[in-house]
C-alpha cells in the first residue's frame, strides 16, 4: 500500500489539476460519492454535515447535495469564514441552498447551542471540517464544534481523515474529532497509517487522481 505525508498528496493534487488539467470540481464530486457509497443509507436517513470552508468541505457540501437530491434529511453547518472559501465549495453552497434552508453558520455561542440540540435528532454526521493542510493548533469556534461532535456520540464520519489529525505525523492539533469511519481519498495518509486504531476503521477510495500524477511525485 503506498502511503503518503501532506506534502506528497498536496503535489499529487496539484499535478492532477495543474499540469493533467483534471477539473478540482470532477474530483470534489468523486470524493462526495466515496463517501456516499460507504453509507448503508436503509439505516442511515438523517444527517449533519460539518463543513470548514476548504475542499475538505467541498467535499462534505457536495456529499449533502446527494444526500438532498435522494430526498434525505439534512443539516449543514459552516464553521470558518465563507469570505475565503474555495470556488469547489461555493458552487456547492449555492447548490445546497436551492435544496434546502438548514444551513447554519456557527459563529456565536447561540450557534453552538443551538447546533448542540439539533445534533440530537439525527443519526450520523459527516464532517469535513479541516483537511490534509492542517498545521496549526484548532482553537475558537472549530474546537468546540470538534469536541460537541465528540460528546453527542453519534456515529460519524471523516472526510479523507479526522479533523485535527496531522495527515504526515498522526500528531493532534488539539482537538480530534473521534469517528467511527474514515473515507480516506487516492492515497492512504502517513498520518492515519501509523495509528492503528486509525487505519483499522480507514477505508481508501479512488476519486480519479490519474495515476500519472502519482508517479510524477511519488518516482
Do not use: H
Not at 457509497?37 to 436503509?42: A, D, R, S, Y
Not at 474529532?177 to 487516492?186: G, T
Request: glycine share 6%; charged share 25%.
Amino acid at each position: 500500500m503506498l502511503v503518503v505525508d501532506k506534502d506528497q498528496m498536496k503535489k499529487i493534487d496539484q499535478y492532477a489539476i495543474n499540469i493533467l488539467k483534471v477539473p478540482s470540481i470532477c474530483l470534489v464530486e468523486r470524493a462526495a460519492l466515496a463517501v456516499l457509497k460507504n453509507i448503508n443509507l436503509e439505516v442511515r436517513s438523517t444527517f449533519a454535515i460539518v463543513v470548514g470552508c476548504g475542499n475538505n468541505g467541498a467535499d462534505g457540501l457536495a456529499l449533502a447535495r446527494n444526500l438532498l437530491a435522494m430526498g434525505k434529511y439534512v443539516e449543514i453547518y459552516i464553521v470558518g469564514n465563507m469570505d475565503k472559501a474555495t470556488e469547489d465549495f461555493k458552487q456547492n453552497l449555492e447548490a445546497c441552498k436551492r435544496l434546502t434552508d438548514k444551513i447554519y453558520p456557527i459563529v456565536s455561542i447561540e450557534d453552538l447551542s443551538n447546533m448542540e440540540k439539533n445534533l440530537e435528532e439525527v443519526s450520523t454526521i459527516v464532517e469535513g471540517l479541516f483537511g490534509t493542510g492542517l498545521n496549526r493548533t484548532i482553537q475558537g469556534v472549530p474546537a468546540y464544534v470538534i469536541a460537541l461532535i465528540n460528546r453527542c456520540l453519534k456515529y460519524t464520519i471523516s472526510i479523507d481523515l479526522p479533523s485535527g489529525l496531522d495527515a504526515s505525523t498522526g500528531k493532534k492539533w488539539g482537538e480530534v474529532v473521534d469517528c467511527d469511519l474514515i473515507v480516506s481519498m487516492q492515497l492512504m495518509k502517513k498520518g492515519i497509517y501509523e495509528r492503528i486504531n486509525l487505519r483499522e476503521k480507514c477505508l481508501v477510495e479512488d476519486i480519479g487522481i490519474p495515476q500519472k500524477a502519482i508517479d510524477a511525485v511519488m518516482k
